[in-house]
Nanobody, 124 residues
Framework: QVQLVESRGGLVQAGGSLSLSCVAS????????MGWFRQAPGKEREFVAAIKWTGSITSYVDSVKGRFTISRDNAKNTLFLQMSSLKVEDAAVYYCAATRATGVPTTASEYTYWGQGTQVTVSS
């Protein structure tokens, strides 16, 4: 069993930066592919970024490429999402997720473990 706990999100102005982290319990963190998803009101949960357990392979949704960076520290069982040049449309509840699937899945159904979500608000 893996439990995921995201850091608190926050309110940031458009163009600003915000970092999220997600701490995982369990000894198998280093073997998990980890991902970030987000869900805005009235919209489906959307893939944001994912990183393979080695850290060598990452994937991003096109809308965040060049602005967001996903990383992980296996020694600390922690996943990170560095967000910069934030836009109003980035506002959502952000979820940390984990999967034992191979590769770097980009669909929510391929992830088994989920955090509780954290709110990111971007003001114009």
């Amino acid at each position: 069993q893996v439990q995921l706990v995201e850091s608190r999100g926050g309110l940031v102005q458009a163009g600003g930066s915000l970092s999220l982290s997600c701490v995982a319990s369990g000894r198998t963190f280093s073997l998990l592919t980890m991902g970030w998803f987000r869900q805005a009101p009235g919209k489906e949960r959307e893939f944001v970024a994912a990183i393979k357990w080695t850290g060598s392979i990452t994937s991003y949704v096109d809308s965040v490429k060049g602005r967001f960076t996903i990383s992980r520290d296996n020694a600390k069982n922690t996943l990170f999402l560095q967000m910069s040049s934030l836009k109003v449309e980035d506002a959502a509840v952000y979820y940390c997720a984990a999967t034992r699937a191979t590769g770097v899945p980009t669909t929510a159904s391929e992830y088994t473990y989920w955090g509780q979500g954290t709110q990111v608000t971007v003001s114009s």
